[in-house]
Protein backbone atom coordinates (compact mmCIF):
# COMPACT_ATOMS: atom_id res chain seq x y z
CA UNK A 1 0.00 0.00 0.00
CA UNK A 2 1.55 3.37 -1.06
CA UNK A 3 2.92 5.19 2.11
CA UNK A 4 0.47 8.27 1.77
CA UNK A 5 1.15 11.38 4.46
CA UNK A 6 -1.71 11.70 6.74
CA UNK A 7 -3.94 14.88 7.38
CA UNK A 8 -3.92 16.47 10.21
CA UNK A 9 -6.65 15.82 12.81
CA UNK A 10 -10.25 17.00 13.22
CA UNK A 11 -11.08 18.84 16.84
CA UNK A 12 -12.51 15.30 17.83
CA UNK A 13 -9.49 13.92 17.40
CA UNK A 14 -9.63 11.16 14.37
CA UNK A 15 -7.65 11.55 11.35
CA UNK A 16 -9.77 11.70 7.90
CA UNK A 17 -7.98 9.53 5.57
CA UNK A 18 -10.84 9.90 3.42
CA UNK A 19 -9.77 11.99 -0.15
CA UNK A 20 -11.62 15.43 -0.68
CA UNK A 21 -14.82 15.02 -2.44
CA UNK A 22 -16.36 17.48 -4.38
CA UNK A 23 -19.56 19.07 -3.47
CA UNK A 24 -21.28 17.53 -5.90
CA UNK A 25 -23.59 14.50 -5.52
CA UNK A 26 -23.65 15.11 -1.89
CA UNK A 27 -27.68 16.34 -1.74
CA UNK A 28 -29.00 12.29 -0.87
CA UNK A 29 -26.12 11.79 2.14
CA UNK A 30 -28.18 11.25 4.78
CA UNK A 31 -27.55 14.09 7.44
CA UNK A 32 -26.01 12.78 10.51
CA UNK A 33 -26.93 15.03 13.68
CA UNK A 34 -30.79 14.57 12.91
CA UNK A 35 -31.15 11.97 14.69
CA UNK A 36 -28.10 10.42 15.91
CA UNK A 37 -27.90 7.01 17.59
CA UNK A 38 -25.86 4.51 18.65
CA UNK A 39 -21.98 4.25 18.95
CA UNK A 40 -20.82 5.64 15.59
CA UNK A 41 -17.89 7.77 15.94
CA UNK A 42 -18.35 11.78 15.45
CA UNK A 43 -15.57 12.20 13.05
CA UNK A 44 -16.71 9.47 10.94
CA UNK A 45 -20.03 11.25 10.05
CA UNK A 46 -20.75 12.33 6.36
CA UNK A 47 -22.26 15.85 6.36
CA UNK A 48 -24.94 17.51 4.10
CA UNK A 49 -24.10 19.63 2.07
CA UNK A 50 -26.40 22.52 3.74
CA UNK A 51 -23.52 22.18 7.08
CA UNK A 52 -20.54 23.37 5.90
CA UNK A 53 -16.94 22.34 7.49
CA UNK A 54 -16.50 25.03 10.26
CA UNK A 55 -20.09 24.11 11.06
CA UNK A 56 -19.74 20.53 11.51
CA UNK A 57 -16.43 21.53 13.82
CA UNK A 58 -18.28 23.79 16.02
CA UNK A 59 -21.08 21.34 16.37
CA UNK A 60 -18.76 18.16 17.33
CA UNK A 61 -17.25 20.33 19.83
CA UNK A 62 -20.85 21.68 20.98
CA UNK A 63 -21.97 18.17 21.79
CA UNK A 64 -19.08 17.34 23.46
CA UNK A 65 -19.18 20.36 25.86
CA UNK A 66 -22.44 19.05 26.77
CA UNK A 67 -21.50 16.12 27.71
CA UNK A 68 -23.50 13.88 25.55
CA UNK A 69 -20.25 12.16 24.14
CA UNK A 70 -18.46 9.74 27.13
CA UNK A 71 -15.17 10.09 25.08
CA UNK A 72 -13.86 11.92 22.21
CA UNK A 73 -12.51 8.52 21.10
CA UNK A 74 -15.60 6.52 21.43
CA UNK A 75 -18.60 9.14 21.23
CA UNK A 76 -21.41 6.97 22.22
CA UNK A 77 -24.23 9.41 23.90
CA UNK A 78 -25.59 7.83 27.38
CA UNK A 79 -29.63 8.16 26.11
CA UNK A 80 -30.14 6.82 22.64
CA UNK A 81 -33.69 8.33 22.80
CA UNK A 82 -32.09 12.10 23.04
CA UNK A 83 -31.99 13.78 19.89
CA UNK A 84 -30.77 17.37 18.88
CA UNK A 85 -31.93 19.08 16.00
CA UNK A 86 -28.91 20.67 13.92
CA UNK A 87 -30.32 24.00 13.93
CA UNK A 88 -30.37 24.71 17.92
CA UNK A 89 -26.90 23.01 17.89
CA UNK A 90 -25.77 25.38 15.80
CA UNK A 91 -27.89 28.36 17.04
CA UNK A 92 -26.09 27.62 20.28
CA UNK A 93 -22.82 27.05 19.38
CA UNK A 94 -23.22 30.76 17.58
CA UNK A 95 -24.41 32.41 20.82
CA UNK A 96 -21.42 30.84 23.26
CA UNK A 97 -19.31 32.28 20.35
CA UNK A 98 -20.79 35.56 20.54
CA UNK A 99 -20.56 35.84 24.20
CA UNK A 100 -16.51 34.95 23.81
CA UNK A 101 -16.31 37.53 22.01
CA UNK A 102 -18.49 40.13 24.18
CA UNK A 103 -16.31 38.67 27.35
CA UNK A 104 -13.07 39.03 25.00
CA UNK A 105 -14.01 42.69 24.15
CA UNK A 106 -14.63 44.01 27.89
CA UNK A 107 -11.25 42.65 28.89
CA UNK A 108 -9.18 43.87 26.48
CA UNK A 109 -10.81 47.13 27.83
CA UNK A 110 -9.43 47.35 31.05
CA UNK A 111 -6.32 45.41 30.68
CA UNK A 112 -5.32 46.67 27.55
CA UNK A 113 -2.45 49.18 28.65
CA UNK A 114 -0.99 47.34 31.03
CA UNK A 115 -1.11 44.07 28.99
CA UNK A 116 1.02 46.62 26.57
CA UNK A 117 3.31 47.61 28.95
CA UNK A 118 4.33 44.11 30.48
CA UNK A 119 4.88 42.76 27.07
CA UNK A 120 7.22 45.65 26.08
CA UNK A 121 9.13 44.94 29.64
CA UNK A 122 9.12 41.38 28.76
CA UNK A 123 10.34 42.11 25.15
CA UNK A 124 12.79 44.35 26.38
CA UNK A 125 14.52 41.99 29.22
CA UNK A 126 14.15 39.18 26.94
CA UNK A 127 16.04 40.69 23.98
CA UNK A 128 18.62 42.65 26.32
CA UNK A 129 19.33 39.47 28.32
CA UNK A 130 21.72 40.61 29.82
CA UNK A 131 21.28 44.01 30.12
CA UNK A 132 18.13 43.08 32.19
CA UNK A 133 19.49 41.40 35.19
CA UNK A 134 22.11 43.83 35.36
CA UNK A 135 19.94 46.65 35.35
CA UNK A 136 17.87 44.53 38.61
CA UNK A 137 21.57 44.01 40.26
CA UNK A 138 21.95 47.39 40.28
CA UNK A 139 18.37 47.99 41.68
CA UNK A 140 18.77 46.14 44.23
CA UNK A 141 22.35 47.78 45.21
CA UNK A 142 21.11 51.26 45.50
CA UNK A 143 17.36 50.67 46.92
CA UNK A 144 18.41 47.48 49.14
CA UNK A 145 15.61 45.30 47.61
CA UNK A 146 15.56 41.78 46.09
CA UNK A 147 15.03 40.92 42.30
CA UNK A 148 11.33 40.41 43.41
CA UNK A 149 10.41 43.14 45.23
CA UNK A 150 12.20 45.63 42.13
CA UNK A 151 10.05 43.95 39.58
CA UNK A 152 7.02 44.32 41.33
CA UNK A 153 7.82 47.53 41.90
CA UNK A 154 8.18 48.55 38.38
CA UNK A 155 4.56 48.28 37.94
CA UNK A 156 3.76 49.86 41.93
CA UNK A 157 3.08 53.31 42.77
CA UNK A 158 4.26 55.41 45.31
CA UNK A 159 3.18 59.22 46.63
CA UNK A 160 6.07 61.12 47.10
CA UNK A 161 6.88 62.50 50.65
CA UNK A 162 6.04 66.44 50.19
CA UNK A 163 7.00 69.51 52.83
CA UNK A 164 5.06 72.58 52.06
CA UNK A 165 4.36 71.30 48.95
CA UNK A 166 7.71 70.59 47.64
CA UNK A 167 9.89 67.47 47.62
CA UNK A 168 13.19 68.00 48.65
CA UNK A 169 16.04 65.67 48.42
CA UNK A 170 19.38 66.43 50.29
CA UNK A 171 22.35 65.58 48.23
CA UNK A 172 25.89 65.37 49.61
CA UNK A 173 29.01 64.72 47.83
CA UNK A 174 31.93 63.35 49.10
CA UNK A 175 35.50 62.15 47.82
CA UNK A 176 35.67 58.50 49.17
CA UNK A 177 36.79 57.57 45.81
CA UNK A 178 40.25 59.37 46.43
CA UNK A 179 41.26 57.36 49.39
CA UNK A 180 44.50 59.42 49.58
CA UNK A 181 42.37 62.71 49.63
CA UNK A 182 42.67 64.69 53.20
CA UNK A 183 39.06 64.96 54.32
CA UNK A 184 37.68 62.22 51.92
CA UNK A 185 34.67 61.71 54.23
CA UNK A 186 33.65 65.38 54.59
CA UNK A 187 30.96 66.34 52.29
CA UNK A 188 32.80 68.71 49.92
CA UNK A 189 29.81 69.30 48.63
CA UNK A 190 26.19 69.91 49.90
CA UNK A 191 23.26 70.73 47.59
CA UNK A 192 19.10 70.51 47.86
CA UNK A 193 17.02 69.74 44.98
CA UNK A 194 13.85 71.28 45.57
CA UNK A 195 10.51 70.14 43.04
CA UNK A 196 6.86 71.44 42.79
CA UNK A 197 4.50 68.31 41.93
CA UNK A 198 2.08 70.37 41.11
CA UNK A 199 3.40 72.40 38.33
CA UNK A 200 6.63 70.80 37.54
CA UNK A 201 9.33 73.12 38.73
CA UNK A 202 12.28 73.11 40.65
CA UNK A 203 15.79 74.33 41.60
CA UNK A 204 19.08 73.34 43.01
CA UNK A 205 20.51 75.44 46.30
CA UNK A 206 24.14 74.95 47.14
CA UNK A 207 24.59 75.34 50.74
CA UNK A 208 28.17 76.26 51.18
CA UNK A 209 30.90 73.60 52.99
CA UNK A 210 32.31 76.59 54.81
CA UNK A 211 29.22 77.41 56.62
CA UNK A 212 29.77 78.16 60.04
CA UNK A 213 27.58 76.26 62.45
CA UNK A 214 26.62 74.13 65.90
CA UNK A 215 26.97 70.76 65.49
CA UNK A 216 25.45 69.48 68.53
CA UNK A 217 26.93 65.41 67.88
CA UNK A 218 30.43 67.27 68.54
CA UNK A 219 29.18 69.96 70.96
CA UNK A 220 31.10 72.39 69.19
CA UNK A 221 31.02 75.45 66.06
CA UNK A 222 32.21 74.03 63.10
CA UNK A 223 32.17 73.97 59.47
CA UNK A 224 28.61 72.31 58.20
CA UNK A 225 30.19 69.46 56.14
CA UNK A 226 32.05 68.08 60.08
CA UNK A 227 28.37 67.11 60.73
CA UNK A 228 29.05 63.92 58.93
CA UNK A 229 31.60 62.55 61.38
CA UNK A 230 28.91 62.29 64.07
CA UNK A 231 28.23 58.44 64.27
CA UNK A 232 26.51 58.03 66.89
CA UNK A 233 23.53 60.28 66.26
CA UNK A 234 19.85 59.27 66.89
CA UNK A 235 16.52 60.92 66.75
CA UNK A 236 13.17 60.53 65.53
CA UNK A 237 12.50 61.63 61.71
CA UNK A 238 16.21 61.23 60.96
CA UNK A 239 18.47 58.88 59.50
CA UNK A 240 21.24 57.65 61.94
CA UNK A 241 24.57 59.15 62.21
CA UNK A 242 26.18 61.93 60.01
CA UNK A 243 23.45 62.55 57.63
CA UNK A 244 20.96 62.44 60.23
CA UNK A 245 22.42 65.04 62.09
CA UNK A 246 23.73 67.04 58.34
CA UNK A 247 19.28 66.77 57.85
CA UNK A 248 18.54 68.37 61.29
CA UNK A 249 21.57 70.88 60.88
CA UNK A 250 20.01 72.41 57.59
CA UNK A 251 16.24 71.41 58.62
CA UNK A 252 16.43 73.73 62.01
CA UNK A 253 19.16 76.25 61.16
CA UNK A 254 18.14 77.30 57.25
CA UNK A 255 14.68 76.38 57.72
CA UNK A 256 15.15 73.42 55.12
CA UNK A 257 12.33 70.38 55.09
CA UNK A 258 13.96 67.32 53.83
CA UNK A 259 12.14 64.82 52.65
CA UNK A 260 14.94 62.29 51.47
CA UNK A 261 18.73 62.09 51.06
CA UNK A 262 21.68 60.86 48.58
CA UNK A 263 24.73 60.20 49.62
CA UNK A 264 26.75 60.80 46.27
CA UNK A 265 30.51 59.87 45.45
CA UNK A 266 32.48 62.01 43.36
CA UNK A 267 33.06 59.34 40.84
CA UNK A 268 29.62 59.46 40.18
CA UNK A 269 29.86 62.44 38.21
CA UNK A 270 32.48 60.63 35.78
CA UNK A 271 30.75 57.24 35.16
CA UNK A 272 26.98 59.31 34.76
CA UNK A 273 28.88 61.39 32.26
CA UNK A 274 30.59 58.97 30.20
CA UNK A 275 27.42 56.48 30.58
CA UNK A 276 25.73 59.24 28.63
CA UNK A 277 28.23 60.26 26.32
CA UNK A 278 29.80 63.05 27.54
CA UNK A 279 28.11 66.66 28.16
CA UNK A 280 28.56 69.83 27.36
CA UNK A 281 29.02 72.62 29.96
CA UNK A 282 29.19 77.02 29.08
CA UNK A 283 32.44 78.09 30.82
CA UNK A 284 31.71 81.89 31.50
CA UNK A 285 35.15 83.20 33.10
CA UNK A 286 35.69 86.80 32.97
CA UNK A 287 39.65 85.86 32.28
CA UNK A 288 40.06 85.44 28.89
CA UNK A 289 42.25 82.38 28.82
CA UNK A 290 38.99 80.20 30.51
CA UNK A 291 39.67 78.49 33.48
CA UNK A 292 43.09 76.56 34.98
CA UNK A 293 42.45 74.64 38.54
CA UNK A 294 46.39 73.86 39.74
CA UNK A 295 44.71 70.88 42.23
CA UNK A 296 43.06 68.82 39.17
CA UNK A 297 45.21 70.49 35.92
CA UNK A 298 41.76 71.21 34.28
CA UNK A 299 42.27 74.02 31.55
CA UNK A 300 39.58 74.72 29.88
CA UNK A 301 38.15 77.64 27.32
CA UNK A 302 35.77 80.01 27.57
CA UNK A 303 32.38 79.17 25.28
CA UNK A 304 30.81 75.29 25.02
CA UNK A 305 33.15 73.01 25.77
CA UNK A 306 31.89 68.61 25.53
CA UNK A 307 33.30 66.93 28.53
CA UNK A 308 33.99 63.44 29.03
CA UNK A 309 33.68 61.79 32.86
CA UNK A 310 37.03 63.02 34.33
CA UNK A 311 37.01 66.56 32.70
CA UNK A 312 33.55 67.06 34.29
CA UNK A 313 34.47 65.37 37.65
CA UNK A 314 37.82 67.51 38.04
CA UNK A 315 35.58 70.90 36.68
CA UNK A 316 33.05 69.53 39.98
CA UNK A 317 36.17 69.37 42.10
CA UNK A 318 37.66 72.73 40.91
CA UNK A 319 38.14 75.68 43.81
CA UNK A 320 40.94 77.43 42.07
CA UNK A 321 43.58 76.07 44.91
CA UNK A 322 47.34 77.09 44.41
CA UNK A 323 49.21 73.69 44.46
CA UNK A 324 52.99 73.19 44.12
CA UNK A 325 53.49 76.82 42.91
CA UNK A 326 51.25 76.16 40.05
CA UNK A 327 48.65 78.86 40.39
CA UNK A 328 44.69 78.45 39.00
CA UNK A 329 42.93 81.43 37.01
CA UNK A 330 39.20 81.76 36.14
CA UNK A 331 38.09 80.44 39.67
CA UNK A 332 37.28 83.74 41.27
CA UNK A 333 34.68 82.89 43.78
CA UNK A 334 36.72 79.19 44.86
CA UNK A 335 33.74 77.06 46.64
CA UNK A 336 31.04 79.29 44.86
CA UNK A 337 32.35 78.76 41.86
CA UNK A 338 32.94 74.68 41.67
CA UNK A 339 29.35 74.39 43.10
CA UNK A 340 28.15 76.67 40.38
CA UNK A 341 29.86 74.22 37.61
CA UNK A 342 28.43 71.53 40.05
CA UNK A 343 24.57 72.43 39.36
CA UNK A 344 25.51 73.17 35.69
CA UNK A 345 26.72 69.41 35.22
CA UNK A 346 23.73 68.10 37.22
CA UNK A 347 21.25 70.06 34.93
CA UNK A 348 23.85 68.77 32.02
CA UNK A 349 23.50 64.54 32.59
CA UNK A 350 19.87 65.45 33.07
CA UNK A 351 18.97 66.66 30.14
CA UNK A 352 21.55 64.31 28.40
CA UNK A 353 19.71 60.91 30.25
CA UNK A 354 16.26 61.87 29.17
CA UNK A 355 17.71 62.68 25.36
CA UNK A 356 16.19 59.07 22.56
CA UNK A 357 19.59 58.45 21.97
CA UNK A 358 20.21 57.61 25.95
CA UNK A 359 16.49 56.24 26.30
CA UNK A 360 16.70 53.69 23.92
CA UNK A 361 20.18 52.40 24.27
CA UNK A 362 20.70 49.51 26.70
CA UNK A 363 23.62 49.86 27.12
CA UNK A 364 23.93 53.51 28.02
CA UNK A 365 21.01 52.47 30.23
CA UNK A 366 22.88 50.01 32.12
CA UNK A 367 25.84 52.55 32.50
CA UNK A 368 23.76 54.44 33.95
CA UNK A 369 22.16 52.23 36.55
CA UNK A 370 25.89 51.13 37.08
CA UNK A 371 27.11 54.53 38.26
CA UNK A 372 24.46 55.17 40.39
CA UNK A 373 24.27 51.62 42.35
CA UNK A 374 28.87 51.87 42.86
CA UNK A 375 27.99 55.51 44.06
CA UNK A 376 24.99 56.26 45.80
CA UNK A 377 23.36 55.87 49.25
CA UNK A 378 19.67 56.93 49.39
CA UNK A 379 16.94 56.49 51.64
CA UNK A 380 14.22 56.90 48.38
CA UNK A 381 12.68 53.70 47.70
CA UNK A 382 12.45 52.47 43.87
CA UNK A 383 8.99 53.07 43.55
CA UNK A 384 9.96 57.00 44.92
CA UNK A 385 12.94 57.13 42.08
CA UNK A 386 10.57 55.96 39.30
CA UNK A 387 7.70 58.65 40.38
CA UNK A 388 10.56 61.45 40.14
CA UNK A 389 11.69 59.97 36.65
CA UNK A 390 8.21 60.33 35.57
CA UNK A 391 7.80 63.67 36.95
CA UNK A 392 11.23 64.80 35.41
CA UNK A 393 10.45 64.19 31.94
CA UNK A 394 7.44 66.81 32.77
CA UNK A 395 10.27 69.12 33.46
CA UNK A 396 11.53 71.99 31.31
CA UNK A 397 15.19 71.26 32.51
CA UNK A 398 16.70 74.22 31.34
CA UNK A 399 14.13 76.26 33.60
CA UNK A 400 15.51 74.16 36.25
CA UNK A 401 16.80 77.37 38.75
CA UNK A 402 20.47 77.34 40.23
CA UNK A 403 21.15 79.04 43.44
CA UNK A 404 23.43 79.50 46.58
CA UNK A 405 23.46 82.27 49.10
CA UNK A 406 25.28 85.26 48.47
CA UNK A 407 28.23 86.42 50.27
CA UNK A 408 31.01 89.15 50.22
CA UNK A 409 32.58 87.50 47.27
CA UNK A 410 29.86 87.57 44.72
CA UNK A 411 30.19 91.34 45.15
CA UNK A 412 26.27 91.54 46.65
CA UNK A 413 25.81 95.07 48.14
CA UNK A 414 23.90 92.85 50.92
CA UNK A 415 25.23 89.52 51.52
CA UNK A 416 23.72 86.78 53.32
CA UNK A 417 26.96 85.21 54.47
CA UNK A 418 30.35 86.95 55.26
CA UNK A 419 34.17 85.41 55.84
CA UNK A 420 35.10 84.73 59.17
CA UNK A 421 37.99 83.31 61.06
CA UNK A 422 37.51 81.40 64.40
CA UNK A 423 39.83 83.10 66.62
CA UNK A 424 40.50 79.75 69.07
CA UNK A 425 41.01 77.47 65.62
CA UNK A 426 42.30 79.68 63.31
CA UNK A 427 39.55 77.68 60.81
CA UNK A 428 38.30 80.75 57.89
CA UNK A 429 34.66 80.11 57.57
CA UNK A 430 31.52 81.47 56.76
CA UNK A 431 28.55 83.12 58.61
CA UNK A 432 25.31 84.58 58.27
CA UNK A 433 26.08 88.75 57.80
CA UNK A 434 23.43 88.95 61.07
CA UNK A 435 26.12 87.20 62.89
CA UNK A 436 27.41 83.74 64.33
CA UNK A 437 24.04 81.70 64.72
CA UNK A 438 21.72 84.13 63.75
CA UNK A 439 20.09 81.96 60.40
CA UNK A 440 17.03 84.46 59.55
CA UNK A 441 18.21 85.95 56.12
CA UNK A 442 19.30 82.51 55.35
CA UNK A 443 15.82 80.98 55.84
CA UNK A 444 14.34 84.03 54.52
CA UNK A 445 15.95 83.01 50.98
CA UNK A 446 14.67 79.66 50.70
CA UNK A 447 11.34 80.94 51.54
CA UNK A 448 12.03 82.95 48.46
CA UNK A 449 12.44 80.46 46.37
CA UNK A 450 10.15 77.73 47.42
CA UNK A 451 7.11 79.85 48.01
CA UNK A 452 4.55 80.96 45.30
CA UNK A 453 3.76 84.41 47.27
CA UNK A 454 5.42 86.76 45.10
CA UNK A 455 6.26 88.93 47.85
CA UNK A 456 8.16 86.02 49.24
CA UNK A 457 10.09 85.08 46.45
CA UNK A 458 11.19 88.76 45.87
CA UNK A 459 12.67 88.90 49.37
CA UNK A 460 13.79 92.01 49.02
CA UNK A 461 15.49 94.11 51.75
CA UNK A 462 13.41 96.87 52.95
CA UNK A 463 14.84 99.39 55.85
CA UNK A 464 12.60 101.93 57.29
CA UNK A 465 13.35 104.75 58.86
CA UNK A 466 11.74 106.91 61.32
CA UNK A 467 11.47 110.53 60.05
CA UNK A 468 8.94 112.05 62.93
CA UNK A 469 8.89 112.55 66.43
CA UNK A 470 6.73 110.26 67.07
CA UNK A 471 8.80 106.99 69.56
CA UNK A 472 8.42 103.65 68.43
CA UNK A 473 6.77 104.19 64.90
CA UNK A 474 9.78 102.10 62.75
CA UNK A 475 9.18 99.13 64.66
CA UNK A 476 5.25 99.29 64.35
CA UNK A 477 5.70 99.54 61.08
CA UNK A 478 8.36 96.94 60.94
CA UNK A 479 5.61 94.18 62.30
CA UNK A 480 2.57 95.68 59.74
CA UNK A 481 5.11 94.75 56.95
CA UNK A 482 6.38 91.58 57.75
CA UNK A 483 2.86 90.52 58.63
CA UNK A 484 1.74 90.74 54.61
CA UNK A 485 4.58 88.78 54.01
CA UNK A 486 7.84 91.00 53.64
CA UNK A 487 10.61 88.94 56.10
CA UNK A 488 13.72 91.04 55.45
CA UNK A 489 13.04 94.20 57.28
CA UNK A 490 15.44 96.35 59.38
CA UNK A 491 14.14 99.99 61.37
CA UNK A 492 16.15 103.09 62.63
CA UNK A 493 15.99 106.59 62.79
CA UNK A 494 16.53 109.14 59.82
CA UNK A 495 18.71 111.85 60.23
CA UNK A 496 15.71 114.90 60.46
CA UNK A 497 12.48 114.05 62.61
CA UNK A 498 9.90 116.29 61.04
CA UNK A 499 9.19 115.17 57.65
CA UNK A 500 5.34 115.70 56.70
CA UNK A 501 4.99 112.82 54.41
CA UNK A 502 6.41 109.44 53.88
CA UNK A 503 8.68 108.33 51.14
CA UNK A 504 9.94 105.25 49.28
CA UNK A 505 13.64 105.34 48.04
CA UNK A 506 13.37 102.44 45.28
CA UNK A 507 16.77 101.39 44.67
CA UNK A 508 16.23 98.49 42.28
CA UNK A 509 14.24 99.72 39.89
CA UNK A 510 11.55 97.30 38.44
CA UNK A 511 13.30 94.82 39.65
CA UNK A 512 10.68 93.94 42.92
CA UNK A 513 7.31 95.56 42.00
CA UNK A 514 5.42 93.19 44.05
CA UNK A 515 7.39 95.00 47.07
CA UNK A 516 7.47 98.20 45.72
CA UNK A 517 3.45 98.21 45.41
CA UNK A 518 2.87 97.40 48.81
CA UNK A 519 5.27 99.70 49.84
CA UNK A 520 2.99 102.48 48.48
CA UNK A 521 0.05 100.93 49.22
CA UNK A 522 1.32 101.22 52.81
CA UNK A 523 3.15 104.17 53.51
CA UNK A 524 1.06 106.90 50.80
CA UNK A 525 3.58 109.69 49.42
CA UNK A 526 5.97 109.14 47.12
CA UNK A 527 8.57 106.62 45.71
CA UNK A 528 11.65 108.00 44.07
CA UNK A 529 14.89 106.67 42.96
CA UNK A 530 18.18 106.57 45.27
CA UNK A 531 19.45 109.44 42.43
CA UNK A 532 16.89 111.34 42.89
CA UNK A 533 18.36 114.20 44.80
CA UNK A 534 15.89 115.05 47.32
CA UNK A 535 17.21 115.03 51.12
CA UNK A 536 15.28 111.86 51.85
CA UNK A 537 17.21 109.94 49.15
CA UNK A 538 20.35 111.24 50.52
CA UNK A 539 19.59 109.69 53.40
CA UNK A 540 18.93 106.56 52.07
CA UNK A 541 22.26 106.11 50.44
CA UNK A 542 23.97 105.03 53.16
CA UNK A 543 21.54 101.77 53.18
CA UNK A 544 22.33 98.56 50.85
CA UNK A 545 18.68 97.76 51.12
CA UNK A 546 16.48 97.19 48.46
CA UNK A 547 14.04 99.60 49.65
CA UNK A 548 14.26 102.24 52.36
CA UNK A 549 10.92 103.55 53.60
CA UNK A 550 11.30 107.29 55.70
CA UNK A 551 8.27 107.61 57.88
CA UNK A 552 6.44 110.71 57.76
CA UNK A 553 3.75 112.61 60.23
CA UNK A 554 0.85 111.40 57.46
CA UNK A 555 1.84 107.83 58.40
CA UNK A 556 0.92 109.13 62.46
CA UNK A 557 -2.54 110.36 60.63
CA UNK A 558 -3.38 106.91 58.81
CA UNK A 559 -2.73 105.14 61.95
CA UNK A 560 -5.31 106.78 63.60
CA UNK A 561 -3.57 107.75 66.90
CA UNK A 562 0.18 107.90 68.06
CA UNK A 563 2.51 105.16 69.77
CA UNK A 564 5.10 105.55 72.35
Keep these: ?286 DPRGIYDAYTHLNLPNGQDHLNGQQALDLSRARGDTAAGDVSYGIPNSDFTRTMYQREIVVAILKKAMTVGVLSNPIKITSLFNAFSNNVTTDLKIQSILSLVKDVRSMNISKIGSHTYSNSLSGDPSPLLIDYTDPSSGQEALIPSEGIGNYGGLKAYFQSLSSNNPLTKENASVEILNGTNVSGLAKKAQQSLQAKGVSSVSIGNAVYSNYTTSMVVNNVGAKDSATSTLLQQMFPGSEVSHSNGTVESKEATKYNDNFVVILGQNYVTNLGSSTN
Design 1 to 286: MENRKRRPPNIDGFYNDQPRRRAIGRQNQKDPLSPITGNTPVGRHQVSNNINRKTRLVSSYAIARKGRSSSLLNASLPNSSYSLSSNSLIQESINKDKKSKLVKKKWSRKRKTLTTLLTIVVIFLGLTGWFGSKIISSLDKVFHGNIFTDAQALFGQSNLKESNGRVNILVAGDSTDQPNHPGAILTDSIMVLSYNPSNHTGFMLSIPRDLWVYIPGLHSYQKINASIDVTNFKAAGYPNGGVGQLEQIIQTDLGIPIDYYAIVNYAAVKDSVNAVGGVTINIHSL
